[in-house]
């Protein structure tokens, strides 16, 4: 993308910065992806990140997912995994699929947050609510590791989140 048409595109965006709606949003989720993944400008990657906040300011899950992996990879800010846990966390909660598969494997694995295979179990249990069809086959997978007293607690956390929401979520260490 040439500079000539990211400044255009920035201007438009800028213009519109002021309108809370969905389209905003939306308009500077995407300029926010494309200036992230630009190798066109040295300042392109910053420009998507404040592209990317912006959008997350207005609600958008998939902006707080993606600001969620630029935060966990150290992508044109530093890394910061308290960052990106509550990034991922906002999306996984307000129906983005991938934020709460994500967050799933991080608790699973012990990687970046404290290893918690109730929690991991929430988060599968989720990504499966919000329609993705990875999440099943890793929840039965799951299952297997985990003893009878464990599967009722996720099971009675998956039951609470769906009554409480986002409040059901313990903060990232447990």
């Not at 934020?99 to 947050?113: I, K, N, S």
Request: net charge negative; charged share 20%; proline share 3%.
């Amino acid at each position: 993308m040439s500079f000539v048409a990211i400044s255009h595109q920035l201007s438009a965006a800028s213009r519109n910065c002021h309108r809370p709606d969905t389209d905003v949003a939306e308009e500077l989720f995407q300029l926010g992806l494309a200036h992230l993944n630009a190798d066109a400008l040295p300042t392109a990657g910053p420009l998507g990140v404040a592209c990317l906040k912006r959008a997350a300011a207005l609600g958008h899950a998939g902006a707080h997912f993606e600001l969620g992996e630029a935060y966990r990879f150290g992508r044109e800010v530093d890394e910061d995994m308290d960052t990106a846990w509550a990034y991922y966390l906002f999306a996984a909660t307000h129906g983005h699929a991938e934020a709460a598969m994500t967050l799933g494997v991080l608790y699973e694995t012990g990687r970046g947050l404290p290893q918690s295979l109730v929690l991991a179990h929430a988060f599968y249990s989720l990504a499966r609510d919000n329609g993705d069809p990875r999440a099943a086959d890793l929840l039965t997978e799951l299952e297997q590791y985990m003893t009878a007293e464990e599967i009722a607690e996720a099971r009675e956390f998956s039951r609470r989140r769906q009554l409480q929401g986002l409040f059901a979520f313990p903060k990232r260490h447990l």
